[in-house]
Nanobody, 114 residues
Framework: QVQLVESGGGLVQPGGSLRLSCAAS????????MYWYRQAPGKERELVAS???????NYVDSVKGRFTISRDNAKKTVYLEMNSLKPEDTAVYLC????????WGQGTQVTVSS
């Protein structure tokens, strides 16, 4: 079955960095675009970044220049490198793949606070 398992979240001070990972299984990872979303308390889920099977990327304007999405098809893992973190980046971060059904991981909490 399809599984997405995120890791790498935590508490970081403003200006700090984190690297999130999403390990995938149960489908042909290299064939699909992968997505990172985030959901802050009381807010709608927001698409943060995506990466195609070939490596082309897209970002929401608020993270451009600070976040980098990448993938390792051999490891079936997608990453989100987050730099210059701000308190407004605080959220649960989830990865997503769109097969015939949309699959979500369980999420990893990122808290940016001094």
């Amino acid at each position: 079955q399809v599984q997405l398992v995120e890791s790498g979240g935590g508490l970081v001070q403003p200006g700090g960095s984190l690297r999130l990972s999403c390990a995938a299984s149960g489908f042909t990872f290299s064939n699909y675009r992968m997505y990172w979303y985030r959901q802050a308390p009381g807010k709608e889920r927001e698409l943060v970044a995506s990466i195609s099977y070939a490596g082309s990327t897209n970002y929401v304007d608020s993270v451009k220049g600070r976040f980098t999405i990448s993938r390792d098809n051999a490891k079936k893992t997608v990453y989100l490198e987050m730099n210059s973190l701000k308190p407004e980046d605080t959220a649960v971060y989830l990865c997503n793949v769109r097969l015939s059904t949309i699959y979500w991981g369980q999420g990893t909490q990122v808290t940016v606070s001094s």
